[in-house]
C-alpha cells in the first residue's frame, strides 16, 4: 500500500552526525523529504509524524510518504527506493532498516540525498532548526 503527502519546504546543504552531504544536493528546504517504510515499524511512525508535522507547519518543505503493509513488502522494494540516491561513502548503500528517509530536490527528483533512519532524520531537522 502507498500513501503520500506533499507539502514544500526549500532545505540547505546538510551536515549532521550521521553525514554531511555535497554542496551539489541540496537538502534544507525548499525541499520534498521522502520516508519509506512498514506500517507497524515504531521508527518508521516516528519519522512520518516529524515530516507530515514538517509539512503541516512549513510552506517550503513537502512530505512523501510510502507506506508498506509488511515488513517484507517493504524490504522488496528497498533496492528500488535507494535507486538515484547518494551520499558520503555510500552510506546509503548498506541501509536495511526502516525508515529510509531521503531528501529530494523539488526541482529535479533525480537528485536524492540520503539522510538515514528515524534518529538521523530528528538529528537533521534539529542540527537545522526546521521545527
Do not use: W
Request: glycine share 4%; charged share 25%.
Amino acid at each position: 500500500m502507498l500513501r503520500a503527502g506533499f507539502g514544500l519546504i526549500a532545505l540547505p546543504i546538510i551536515t549532521s552526525r550521521a553525514f554531511t552531504m555535497s554542496a551539489t544536493l541540496k537538502t534544507t528546504p525548499p525541499i520534498t523529504y521522502e520516508v519509506s517504510g512498514f506500517a507497524a515499524c515504531g521508527f518508521y511512525q516516528r519519522a512520518k509524524t516529524l515530516v507530515l508535522k514538517l509539512e503541516q507547519e512549513r510552506e517550503d518543505v513537502k512530505a512523501k510518504v510510502i507506506e508498506f503493509d509488511s515488513r517484507s513488502d517493504y524490504k522488496t522494494a528497498l533496492p528500488q527506493l535507494k535507486e538515484n540516491v547518494v551520499s558520503d561513502n555510500d552510506a546509503h548503500v548498506s541501509h536495511t532498516s526502516s525508515p529510509l528517509v531521503v531528501a529530494v530536490d523539488n526541482n529535479d527528483s533525480t537528485k536524492r540525498a540520503f539522510i538515514g533512519g528515524a534518529s538521523e532524520f530528528q538529528a537533521f531537522v534539529d542540527e537545522h532548526q526546521l521545527l
